[in-house]
């Protein structure tokens, strides 16, 4: 069932690759069908996922490399399952919305598959050089993705993303190399790695290892000073780009940081963790305030982005100076909550921001206006994303950031109360969205906001729905990462 989910998107690019641009119904049913296979694949392993201590399951390991020691080895467990499962939500969402371009359908088909393949097999990846890898899969259909179909600059913000990313993954890489050549005999195996603690001191040599991963996670994560090619490449990408940019591929970072540095270089981040702390209150601070500036919808939501992330490394930080397992338990199961919390309700705010710029011509909030009189139904559900993007109880982002907060307050009453402050500013965000394009009259007439199709309605209403539904009943998720969290907790 992993491979399948892995290696489906996959298959149904090169089948679609097969068919002439004509038939582009045909290249869009064999794409959903696809992205609904990985899904129904993920969703199995899930109903059959077992969370107990430890529990990496539905493990497949076969020799890749055999004189570098490097194999095929993947499996999941409650850090990586629930990123499986949000690609697949994410891209059959991508597919239903009206995916299917006419501008070389086949190429754009292939990469989104490609891309699913990628990030699905990274999340599953025990093995570094087999998650690197993946990891430049993931991201090289992106670069294409927005280069092709992405608006006016499409080209700057294309270059800019791949140069930014291209130069994290190298240090990234470089650090990779470090732990192979660090134990005896080398290997690549994640476990093993972390089993031997070759940096268990500390000491230069780890600093270096650490600066490599923050590097390589930081650019993807992204984390101030780290986040400049974010911006451009969200208001240039195309809307389904967007959405999985901000979805998925942002939670590459965070997932690394929990999956590899925690693991690897325990001691060297436990040495850096007030470091972290900074950065992820700066950054939660400055990605509020940032898009708190914005006319821009999709600049905005974008923003918003690098603040939600900075909860995900001030839970990392967190997890890294506690000795406390319940505080620790506490901090990483809010970052897993709110990588998916935020793929969901950003997600859905990019897709949003797309169907107001198809409907209307602009993202510009300034030129737009009396949503609610116009379009009622996506106005609520505009609204729905929005409380949940600051945190309202009864929604996923709620459940989340309480529970980092709570994992802060502990360690840090100034890191907490700093954390409330972006919190607020945030909420600041959404109700300055809400003003503009739900209240008054638009002041052009070219710019009346209408309802959309159904598939748009129903693609941004299930996402305000699962968001409700992680909210109200969160150990349905919280079962699922339970046994990561607990093993974690004690490392």
Same mark, same amino acid.
Not at 155 to 184: C, D, E, H, N, P
């Given at each position: 069932?992993?491979? /399948?989910?892995?290696?489906?998107?996959?298959?149904?690019?090169?089948?679609?690759?097969?068919?002439?641009?004509?038939?582009?119904?045909?290249?869009?049913?064999?794409?959903?069908?696809?992205?609904?296979?990985? *899904?129904?694949?993920?969703?199995? /392993?899930?109903?059959?996922?077992?969370?107990?201590?430890?529990?990496?399951?539905?493990?497949?390991?076969?020799?890749?490399?055999?004189?570098?020691?490097?194999?095929?080895?993947?499996?999941?467990?409650?850090?990586?399952?629930?990123? !499986?499962?949000?690609?697949?939500?994410?891209?059959?969402? %991508?597919?239903?919305?009206?995916?299917?371009?006419?501008?070389?359908?086949?190429?754009?088909?292939?990469?989104?598959?490609?891309? $699913?393949?990628?990030?699905?097999?990274?999340?599953? $990846?025990?093995?570094?050089?087999?998650? +690197?890898?993946?990891?430049?899969?993931?991201?090289?259909?992106?670069?294409?993705?927005?280069?092709?179909?992405?608006?006016?600059?499409?080209? +700057?913000?294309?270059?800019?993303?791949?140069?930014?990313?291209?130069?994290?993954?190298?240090?990234?890489?470089?650090?990779?190399?470090?732990?192979?050549?660090?134990?005896?005999?080398?290997?690549?195996? !994640? &476990?093993?790695?972390?089993?031997?603690?070759?940096?268990?001191?500390?000491?230069?040599?780890?600093?270096?290892?650490?600066?490599?991963?923050?590097?390589?996670?930081?650019?993807?994560?992204?984390? /101030?000073?780290?986040?400049?090619?974010?911006?451009?490449?969200?208001?240039?990408?195309?809307?389904?780009?967007?959405?999985? *940019?901000?979805?998925?591929?942002?939670?590459?970072?965070?997932?690394?940081?929990?999956?590899?540095?925690?693991?690897?270089?325990?001691?060297?981040?436990?040495?850096?963790?007030?470091?972290? #702390? &900074?950065?992820? &209150?700066?950054?939660?601070?400055?990605?509020?305030?940032?898009?708190?500036?914005?006319?821009?919808?999709?600049?905005? #939501?974008?923003?918003?982005?690098?603040?939600?992330?900075? +909860?995900?490394?001030?839970?990392?930080?967190?997890? %890294?100076?506690?000795?406390?397992?319940?505080?620790?338990? =506490?901090?990483?199961?809010?970052?897993?909550?709110?990588?998916?919390?935020?793929?969901?309700?950003?997600?859905?705010?990019?897709?949003?921001?797309?169907?107001?710029?198809?409907?209307?011509?602009?993202?510009?909030?300034?030129?737009?206006?009396?949503?609610?009189?116009?379009?009622?139904? *996506?106005?609520?559900?505009?609204?729905?994303?929005?409380?949940?993007?600051?945190?309202?109880?009864?929604?996923?982002?709620?459940?989340?950031?309480?529970?980092?907060?709570?994992?802060?307050?502990?360690?840090?009453? #100034?890191?907490? #109360?700093?954390?409330?402050?972006?919190?607020?500013?945030?909420?600041?965000?959404? *109700?300055?969205?809400?003003?503009?394009?739900?209240?008054?009259?638009?002041?052009?007439?070219?710019?009346?906001?209408?309802?959309?199709? $159904?598939?748009?309605?129903?693609?941004?209403? %299930?996402?305000?729905?699962?968001?409700? &539904?992680?909210?109200?009943?969160?150990?349905? =998720?919280?079962?699922? !990462?339970?046994?990561?969290?607990?093993?974690?907790?004690?490392?």
């Amino acid at each position: 069932m992993l491979n /399948i989910a892995i290696f489906a998107p996959l298959t149904a690019g090169l089948l679609a690759l097969l068919l002439p641009n004509r038939r582009l119904r045909w290249i869009h049913s064999i794409a959903l069908g696809g992205a609904l296979v990985a *899904l129904s694949a993920s969703l199995i /392993i899930a109903s059959r996922y077992t969370a107990t201590p430890g529990g990496a399951q539905f493990r497949t390991t076969l020799p890749w490399i055999p004189s570098i020691n490097a194999s095929y080895d993947v499996a999941v467990d409650g850090l990586s399952l629930p990123l !499986i499962v949000l690609t697949g939500v994410l891209l059959s969402a %991508s597919f239903i919305y009206g995916f299917g371009q006419p501008d070389k359908p086949k190429a754009n088909t292939f990469l989104f598959l490609l891309m $699913a393949t990628g990030l699905n097999g990274l999340f599953a $990846a025990e093995d570094l050089l087999l998650f +690197y890898l993946f990891f430049e899969i993931a991201l090289v259909p992106l670069y294409f993705i927005i280069g092709i179909w992405g608006h006016e600059n499409r080209r +700057y913000a294309a270059v800019k993303f791949f140069l930014y990313t291209r130069f994290g993954s190298l240090a990234m890489l470089l650090s990779f190399l470090a732990l192979y050549v660090s134990i005896q005999p080398h290997t690549f195996s !994640i &476990v093993q790695i972390a089993a031997a603690q070759p940096f268990a001191r500390g000491g230069l040599s780890a600093a270096f290892v650490l600066f490599g991963l923050m590097l390589g996670f930081g650019v993807k994560l992204p984390v /101030i000073p780290l986040h400049n090619w974010l911006p451009d490449a969200h208001v240039e990408a195309p809307t389904e780009g967007s959405v999985m *940019l901000a979805g998925v591929l942002l939670k590459m970072g965070g997932y690394g940081m929990m999956r590899i540095m925690l693991t690897t270089v325990p001691q060297a981040v436990r040495d850096a963790a007030w470091i972290l #702390v &900074v950065i992820a &209150v700066a950054s939660i601070v400055y990605g509020a305030l940032a898009a708190l500036g914005q006319h821009d919808f999709k600049r905005l #939501v974008a923003y918003t982005s690098i603040n939600h992330m900075g +909860y995900v490394l001030l839970a990392v930080a967190v997890y %890294s100076i506690s000795g406390d397992a319940r505080v620790r338990e =506490l901090a990483f199961t809010g970052a897993i909550y709110q990588m998916v919390s935020h793929g969901l309700l950003t997600g859905g705010m990019f897709f949003i921001a797309g169907i107001v710029q198809r409907k209307t011509g602009t993202r510009d909030m300034e030129r737009l206006g009396g949503f609610i009189n116009r379009a009622p139904s *996506l106005s609520f559900v505009l609204a729905l994303l929005a409380f949940g993007s600051v945190g309202l109880p009864g929604f996923s982002g709620f459940v989340s950031e309480f529970q980092i907060i709570g994992a802060t307050i502990s360690l840090s009453v #100034v890191a907490a #109360v700093i954390t409330v402050v972006g919190l607020l500013i945030n909420t600041g965000v959404y *109700l300055k969205v809400l003003g503009k394009l739900l209240m008054g009259n638009p002041p052009e007439p070219s710019t009346v906001m209408t309802e959309p199709g $159904a598939r748009p309605l129903f693609v941004t209403g %299930s996402f305000a729905v699962l968001s409700l &539904v992680l909210g109200v009943v969160p150990s349905a =998720l919280v079962q699922i !990462i339970r046994g990561a969290t607990q093993l974690m907790a004690h490392l």
